[in-house]
């Protein structure tokens, strides 16, 4: 894991310490699936700043997911010419709320239709309605670009949403690919996601054999 990276939790609660060893102060704790930002490395501890607070401290490596899962790094000035990942990237660190379309927390199509109406667009409520919105398009999984929002689907049924902030890579001869969104899941986060050739998603490494990518919609030019 490299410096300026994000790490992701994997545990249920971990503590957060003063100096890079357990004998000293715990002086916070971080959650499971949060994420944070590396700012230092020493031995097998990382310094950290959480997204929420901004609070610093020191976590052991072994609290975190596969560092081969993190190896990509954003920042809100990458996407200065993207104005939804501009405002969904602000809503990062804010909690997982069923329902929530404020400050104080978003559900994962909550958050999209947010960002979409601050910038002056009605768009429906929920993802299933989102996914069949006039103002969408679907483009193919290879053609994807930042931006696009990404829909996934259990047992055929819309279940969750997202928006890219890179373009799909081929990860295995055209056959597996992995892009990285943001979304509302635990809280408003970045997250890794890998698809196999069966479209199966696994996120942040983990795998659920019932979440499968529905598709990938693009706004149209004129919204």
């Known amino acids: ?37 590396i700012i230092s490395k020493k031995d097998n501890w990382y310094q950290v700043c959480l997204d929420n607070d901004g609070y610093e401290g020191w976590i052991h ?3 975190f997911n596969d560092s081969s899962n993190l190896n990509k790094s954003f920042t809100q000035s990458m996407f200065l010419n993207f104005p939804v990942i501009q405002i969904v990237f602000q809503m990062i660190g804010k909690p ?15 958050l999209i239709q947010t960002a979409m109406n601050m910038l002056g667009v009605d768009f429906p409520r929920d993802a299933k309605d989102q996914v069949n919105s006039r103002l969408l398009h679907e483009v193919k999984l290879q053609e994807s670009l930042e931006s696009d929002i990404v829909f996934f689907e259990e047992n055929k049924m819309v279940s969750h949403v997202g ?34 050739s069966s479209l199966l998603a696994s996120i942040d490494g983990k795998y659920d054999e019932k979440l499968k990518l529905h598709k990938i919609m693009r706004f149209k030019d004129d919204v």
Request: charged share 20%; hydrophobic share 40%; proline share 1%.
């Open 1 to 37: 894991m490299k410096i300026s990276e994000r790490a992701i939790v994997k545990v249920s609660v971990c503590g957060i310490f003063a100096e890079p060893t357990f004998k000293s102060e715990m002086v916070n704790q971080a959650l499971k699936s949060e994420s944070v930002q």
């Open 96 to 110: 997982y709320v069923w329902g929530g379309r404020s400050s104080h927390g978003y559900d994962c199509s909550g």
């Open 61 to 63: 490596e072994m609290y």
């Open 163 to 196: 928006v890219l902030i890179s373009a799909a890579e081929s990860i295995l001869n055209n056959t597996e690919f992995r892009f990285f969104m943001i979304h509302s899941s635990g809280m408003v986060k970045i997250s890794e996601v890998k698809l196999d």
